[in-house]
């Protein structure tokens, strides 16, 4: 999940998905988050809702919860960048995924 960023607020919602691509979509739709990101602009309650409130034909929400968060909240050695969090589960699950999503022949 990303988002963009303005110096103007500290607010969460105000950097929500739902305003950036809106609540309904028309694809399959995967959101991968931590748990315990504490990055003021993709907090996992905001990921929570989005999730909740998209309309798609099919969606999934991956979370994480492992790893050391060892950096700054917003960084990549950090639970934002699922530092620790086992790479191989990490890509396993989001291949699984994919894979699952992909049309019988």
Not at 73 to 102: M, N, Q
Request: charged content about 30%.
């Amino acid at each position: 999940m990303s988002g963009v960023y303005k110096n103007k607020s500290n607010k969460a919602h105000d950097f929500s998905m739902d305003k950036i691509i809106g609540t309904k979509n028309s694809v399959t739709t995967l959101i991968v988050h931590h748990e315990k990101d504490l990055c003021k602009v993709t907090k996992f309650t905001e990921a929570k809702k989005f999730f909740a409130n998209l309309n798609s034909p099919k969606k999934m929400m991956l979370t994480f919860s492992g790893g050391e968060g060892s950096g700054k909240a917003c960084g990549p050695k950090d639970f934002h960048g699922y530092d620790e969090v086992e790479v191989v589960v990490l890509a396993r699950s989001v291949a699984r995924w994919i894979i699952e999503d992909l049309p019988q022949k």
